[in-house]
Structure formats: structure tokens, C-alpha cells
């Protein structure tokens, strides 16, 4: 693979990823109602999210999605479904809120793990993710170079790139949610993101199959 080739990848990925979509809308939601902590405990569940979406894909699995229009539907309901469901908890939660019946190190442990498989479950069951790596990331890959190098490659510099892009994204919303603290702007910008979550699912329920190229 070529600098140019590599530099070129980076530039798209790094393009793509800064256009919010529902994984981002996660992780500002936990941001913004419960502190930029949170959001950045999401960072391993995306991360490790769209490592299996572009696996799954390379795999051949993208293939499978983009021809079945059957299979790429139910998996796009479940996932707006669970984030209908993300979106429902965050509304109800009180900002700052310990889960009953646990110690407050336990019921924050216990939220973080939650953050981390809520984000890597939203990331690698997205199917328009696992259907556009199937179209794009074969672009930047040198048909006459050694194949298994090259997506060694791509995938590190694609979740290096996702990785900062959601961390950025919970810095920003964390310290949006420390500069306005009054409870009940907290208890508002809580609702913001949980309405934002369910928008986002009922979006994702109702757009239609990326186009194949």
C-alpha cells in the first residue's frame, strides 16, 4: 500500500466519521447526563464495535446484508429498537443517579459496563456500517500487494480514527454538561439526549438500504 493510498483512506475515514450518527448520539446522550466520564467509557464498546462491523464485512457477511433486503431490514429494526429502548433508561434516569441496592463503587462500575456493551452493541449491529465497509473500504485496498497487510492497516486506522473522533465528541458534551451544572439543566439536557437516542432509532427504523455501487 502506498502513502498516497493510505493518506487517502485516513482523509475519508476521517470524513465519515465526523457526520453524527446514532453511535455518536449515544455517546452524547451518556455525556451530557452523566458527565464526560461516561461518554468516554464508551470509547472501548465502539471501538470494539466497528472492529467487528469491519471484520464482519471483510468476512463477506456485508455482502450477505446488502443483497438480502429481508435480513438487512430486521437487523436495522433491532437495532432501532434498542436504541429506542437507550433512549427510554436516559429520559427516566436522574442525572448522577446510583443504581438501588448496589454500593456507589458498585453501581458506578456497574454503569460503566453498561455504557461499554450499550455503545459496542449499537456500533457492530448497525447495518448500514457493516454494508458501507463492504463498498469502501475495497477502494483503498492494492490488488497486486499482499492482502492481509493492507486490512491490518485500514482497520488500525479506522479505529484509531473512531476511537478519537467519539472521545472528542464526550470531552465536548462533558464539558458542555460542567459549564451549565444547575440540576435542572442536567435533568434537561438528560432528557435532551435520551429524545435524541429515540429520534435517532426511530431514523434508523425508517431509512431505507444504503444504495450498492
Known amino acids: 500500500m502506498t502513502l498516497e493510498l493510505w493518506l487517502a483512506f485516513a482523509a475519508a475515514s476521517a470524513i465519515m466519521l465526523s457526520i453524527p450518527g446514532p453511535t455518536v448520539m449515544l455517546v452524547v446522550s451518556y455525556a451530557l447526563g452523566r458527565g464526560a466520564r461516561s461518554g468516554l467509557a464508551t470509547v472501548p ?35 432501532a429498537v434498542y436504541l429506542i429502548w437507550l433512549g427510554i433508561k436516559l429520559w427516566r434516569a436522574a442525572p448522577g443517579m446510583a443504581l438501588p441496592q448496589m454500593g456507589a463503587a458498585e453501581a458506578d462500575r456497574s454503569e460503566l459496563r453498561a455504557m461499554f456493551f450499550n455503545s459496542f452493541v449499537v456500533t457492530a449491529l448497525n447495518p448500514k456500517s457493516i454494508v458501507f465497509f463492504v463498498a469502501f473500504v475495497p477502494q483503498f485496498i492494492d490488488p497486486a500487494a499482499p492482502l492481509l497487510p493492507q486490512i491490518v492497516i485500514l482497520e488500525a ?18 464539558e458542555m454538561r460542567r459549564r451549565l451544572g444547575r440540576p435542572s439543566v442536567l435533568r434537561l439536557l438528560g432528557r435532551a439526549g435520551g429524545g435524541a437516542l429515540m429520534a435517532a432509532g426511530l431514523f434508523t427504523a425508517l431509512a431505507g438500504r444504503p444504495a450498492s455501487s
Request: hydrophobic fraction near 65%; aromatic fraction near 8%.
Open 45 to 79: 464498546g465502539v471501538t470494539l464495535g466497528d472492529f467487528m462491523a469491519m471484520s464482519i464485512s471483510l468476512a463477506g457477511a456485508g455482502a450477505v446484508l446488502a443483497t438480502s433486503a429481508t435480513l438487512f431490514t430486521l437487523l436495522k429494526l433491532a437495532g
Open 157 to 174: 486506522t479506522f479505529l484509531t480514527l473512531a476511537a478519537v473522533n467519539i472521545a472528542l465528541w464526550a470531552l465536548l458534551a462533558g
